[in-house]
């Protein structure tokens, strides 16, 4: 049955591509919700991007007919912007009518009456609006276009019991994958295998698409970081695969996501010069005027947010240091420095800047680049919506390889638009997970310290 669907600004702000994803329906926005989208248009961040990029895709809609009367979209239905029916009559008097929400509420519901019996719902990202829509007898409905079922993500492994025969055959150089598993896998998906007739007897192995194989860079060391549990591992092979041009890890504080991607974009970065720069990008929430209100240059605006990034390459460097100092010394528990360092960490990330080899940047000025010969580090990846995480997707260049991590729970969410099952980070790793040039990993342990795990696991 063919429904009415109405659109609350937020939808669009959310994809501003939505208009496409309802099929044959009918597509209604109210003129109210234009008036928003032209007020969000100037917003810094990903709010007033969004609102500009729904209007780009209305007026290229509106070329193929009126928007007042309708036009027909290739998908069968149409789209309209409804310029009447502000009716309050219907509404109670506890809601206040010069809110556009309850503008958009008295539209609905006036069509709701007009148009029955053909079903009229509501679709809106917004809870307040959503439980005020319920309560006067509006169907509501979340935008389920790009939402992800958080409980079967996909997490990169699997764990499996095969015969001894078979795993000796894969550390001999790798397996070929027959009968149901081969169904079950996506191309470097990770297997935890254990033998059935030998106790101890186990290995953790990469499906490359055809064969099982051993891991490859499990051992080695990138600026002096090493994996020490099982899914970091995973992550490690993925990293440092020059075949995976897209990796994205997911896991709670404390697992290891950023200074791992740190620590391999160092070394292929500035040890061995498998790329020419590192570009450490992360989104800025909340979206909006923020970052404005900040003196300096671009890079002394982002400072603040690029917290993570600076972290971890002071913890490197201070691990370099201790390294060195434990050779020099001995094996003594406790290290103290020799001697001061002779730059910060601003000072170390400054001198790459300036040769260009480190960049950090926030979306607001990746539109119309091209990376290539590049490793991108996208950060706070569940902070971004799956329009902004293509976006990010689009900027490969040849020689590119670009990281995605994250935690896609919801109270690490701040962004109004997305929520755990419809962020950026699970939608791309849902949709990106059948290609031979994608890996994904989810980390479980958290490695940060006794008290992070007891946070992490207990509140």
Not at 86 to 106: H, Q, V, W, Y
Not at 290 to 318: C, N, Q
Not at 400 to 414: E, M, T
Request: net charge negative.
């Amino acid at each position: 049955m063919v429904k009415n669907f109405i659109l609350d600004t937020n939808v669009m702000i959310h994809d501003p591509m939505c208009f496409y994803k309802f099929e044959d329906n009918h597509i209604i926005i109210p003129i109210i919700c234009i008036e928003e989208l032209d007020h969000l248009k100037k917003r810094e961040g990903i709010v007033g991007y969004h609102a500009r990029c729904a209007a780009r895709e209305l007026s290229n809609i509106r070329k193929s007919g009126s928007l007042s009367e309708g036009v027909v979209l290739e998908s069968g239905g149409t789209l309209r912007i409804e310029l009447n029916h502000m009716d309050f009559s219907d509404l109670p008097d506890g809601l206040d009518i010069s809110k556009n929400d309850t503008k958009i509420l008295a539209v609905t519901k006036k069509l709701q009456q007009l148009c029955a019996p053909t079903p009229t719902i509501l679709v809106t990202k917004d809870l307040y609006m959503a439980i005020k829509g319920d309560a006067i007898g509006i169907e509501i409905q979340d935008y389920q276009n790009d939402k992800i079922d958080s409980d079967d993500l996909y997490k990169g492994y699997m764990e499996t019991e095969m015969v001894s025969r078979d795993i000796d055959a894969i550390y001999a150089g790798g397996l070929v994958v027959k009968g149901a598993l081969k169904d079950q896998l996506f191309p470097n998906e990770f297997l935890h295998i254990k033998s059935l007739d030998r106790d101890s007897h186990e290995i953790i192995a990469r499906y490359d698409g055809e064969r099982i194989v051993p891991l490859k860079y499990q051992n080695e060391v990138s600026w002096g970081l090493s994996p020490i549990n099982r899914e970091q591992k995973m992550a490690y092979e993925l990293l440092m695969n020059p075949d995976i041009h897209f990796v994205s890890i997911s896991g709670g504080a404390g697992s290891g996501k950023t200074i791992m991607a740190t620590a391999v974009a160092l070394q292929k970065v500035i040890e061995q010069g498998t790329y020419r720069k590192i570009v450490f990008v992360r989104p800025v929430v909340p979206a909006g005027n923020d970052i404005g209100y900040l003196p300096g240059t671009e890079e002394e605006k982002l400072r603040p947010w690029m917290g993570s990034f600076y972290d971890a390459i002071e913890s490197l460097v201070d691990q370099k240091i201790i390294k060195k100092q434990k050779e020099t010394m001995g094996k003594g528990r406790h290290m103290v420095y020799t001697e001061k360092p002779e730059f910060s960490v601003d000072d170390f990330i400054e001198q790459y800047r300036k040769y260009g080899v480190i960049e950090t940047k926030t979306f607001t000025y990746m539109r119309g680049r091209t990376l290539s010969d590049a490793l991108v580090i996208v950060d706070e990846a569940q902070e971004i919506t799956p329009h902004l995480a293509k976006l990010m997707l689009t900027r490969a260049g040849f020689g590119s390889k670009f990281v995605f991590i994250g935690d896609p729970s919801d109270n690490q969410i701040d962004n109004v638009l997305v929520d755990a099952k419809s962020n950026g980070l699970v939608y791309t790793i849902e949709k990106m997970k059948p290609f031979t040039l994608t890996g994904h990993i989810s980390l479980k342990q958290v490695e940060r310290s006794p008290l992070a795990k007891i946070a992490e696991q207990s509140m």
